[in-house]
């Protein structure tokens, strides 16, 4: 897409309004849509041969992103200053910036795609966006101009992936350049508008010194899952919607030795691991004409035959549960994924359910006897009401007790209630039983203190 198709040159500025949008609720809003549609105009008349070239080369590369943001700034001042407007200074750094935004990034979106401290943003139609900012919701006063205008953003975060977006395809799954997770969903099945829901990705990973400083887990929990993942337990971390679950299983995954060879599978790749020797492998949606969608499960049957030491799969949702756990069940130990649930017993009906959307007709007993062959053990977490999150159980999966999967508390966290400023108390504990598969720690050389079971959980193990 060339610079004047970006900017819409063909209709001047009645196009170039179609993008900013043409609102006419207020006087000054009003003013100054109509001072940023001129500055436009004048950019779209007045950029050289070589700057249009430059802006519709790839420009991933950060110093040739300087040198744009220095063109278009470079372009805006020289507008003001021949054309003065009746702006405050103020108003005019605002006015470089949006246009610059709406240029080279995400328009209005772009600040808070910038800002570290937002987590997700939730756009729901043109005049309403929401963001998280340690785990709460809040109202911005960030807005798009219409429909319109926020169409044009969508079209720039699919365009660059090939995706497509319309009436007959009215939802997708993406990612942004850096990484964010996008949910986009639009009209006839919004009705609201365009809805685009952002899960930023961190550009600094996780580590779990961080999650013991947030409060996630206290440092004998994470002494003990260091131990869980290089004895090579198969782990499934569960949880409610925004519980943390993907953050988490980054974090242990990365107490995997670096002399393995790893296969990560994802809708979306948001997996960020720091070891050297890492396959990642992302599923596919169906073409326009329908066909040639891989699966997660295609990718899961596939990385079997890549002789990987440990398979992660970022979510478990249907049928590919049933390969997973096979996959458990047949070499593949230390094994990791998510899943939706609202406690460990939860998650394995959860488990129940997905293997039965396999198609394969399989007795319930059956089922039960692969997942408690395959799971070692569930750590599930939780968002509080005051928005943190908390590993709340981490449960080892023992043996069949008749037709039930028995399990075992190992550590949970107890919530005493909330302080005056609505923030959760309560405390991390042992439950006082030492797991089943302690020995396994003992064989790949792993000594864990004794008094980690111990319910008072007193002195707190070294990371």
Do not use: W
């Amino acid at each position: 897409m060339s610079l004047l198709e970006r900017l819409g040159r063909s209709n001047g500025i009645n196009e170039t309004k179609q993008i900013f949008g043409d609102r006419t609720t207020d006087n000054s809003t009003n003013n100054y849509q109509k001072i940023k549609l001129e500055i436009h105009r004048r950019i779209v008349d007045e950029m050289t041969t070589s700057h249009d070239q430059l802006l519709n080369s790839n420009f991933h590369d950060e110093s040739q992103k300087e040198e744009l943001e220095g063109i278009i700034t470079t372009y805006c001042q020289q507008v003001l200053t021949e054309q003065p407007f009746l702006l405050p200074r103020s108003e005019q750094v605002s006015l470089v910036a949006d246009i610059r935004n709406e240029i080279l990034g995400l328009g209005p979106i772009e600040p808070l795609l910038k800002d570290d401290s937002i987590t997700e943003i939730m756009i729901n139609g043109p005049h309403s966006v929401f963001v998280e900012r340690l785990g709460k919701l809040h109202l911005t006063n960030v807005s798009f101009q219409s429909d319109e205008h926020l169409m044009h953003i969508i079209e720039r975060i699919l365009t660059p992936i090939g995706r497509r977006l319309d009436e007959s395809s009215p939802l997708v799954d993406a990612r942004l350049e850096d990484g964010s997770r996008v949910n986009i969903i639009i009209p006839p099945l919004s009705l609201v508008g365009p809805c685009v829901t952002i899960r930023k990705f961190s550009h600094k990973p996780l580590t779990i010194e961080n999650l013991v400083d947030f409060g996630t887990l206290d440092r004998n929990m994470a002494a003990f899952l260091r131990a869980c993942v290089k004895a090579r337990l198969n782990i499934l971390v569960s949880g409610g919607t925004g519980s943390g679950k993907t953050s988490t299983l980054n974090v242990i995954s990365s107490f995997i030795p670096e002399d393995e060879r790893i296969v990560t599978i994802e809708d979306a790749a948001e997996l960020k691991l720091q070891q050297t020797h890492v396959v990642t492998l992302e599923a596919r949606p169906a073409n326009i004409e329908g066909t040639g969608a891989i699966t997660i499960r295609d990718l899961v049957r596939n990385a079997l035959r890549m002789r990987p030491d440990r398979i992660i799969v970022g979510e478990v949702r249907s049928g590919e549960a049933l390969d997973m756990l096979q996959a458990m069940n047949t070499g593949h130990d230390g094994s990791l994924t998510t899943a939706h649930a609202n406690n460990p017993r939860d998650a394995l009906s959860r488990l129940e359910t997905m293997v039965l959307m396999s198609g394969m007709e399989l007795p319930v007993r059956a089922i039960r006897e692969q997942i408690s062959s395959a799971i070692d053990l569930i750590l599930h977490q939780s968002r509080i009401r005051d928005g943190s999150r908390k590993i709340t159980y981490i449960t080892e999966v023992q043996h069949m007790e008749g037709d039930t999967i028995t399990l075992q508390d190992i550590f949970q966290y107890v919530q005493t209630g909330y302080d005056e400023k609505g923030k959760a108390l309560g405390y991390f504990t042992a439950t006082g039983v030492q797991p089943s598969f302690i020995e396994k720690f003992r064989i790949n050389g792993i000594d864990l203190p004794p008094e980690l079971f111990s319910i008072n959980n007193i002195p707190e193990t070294s990371l």
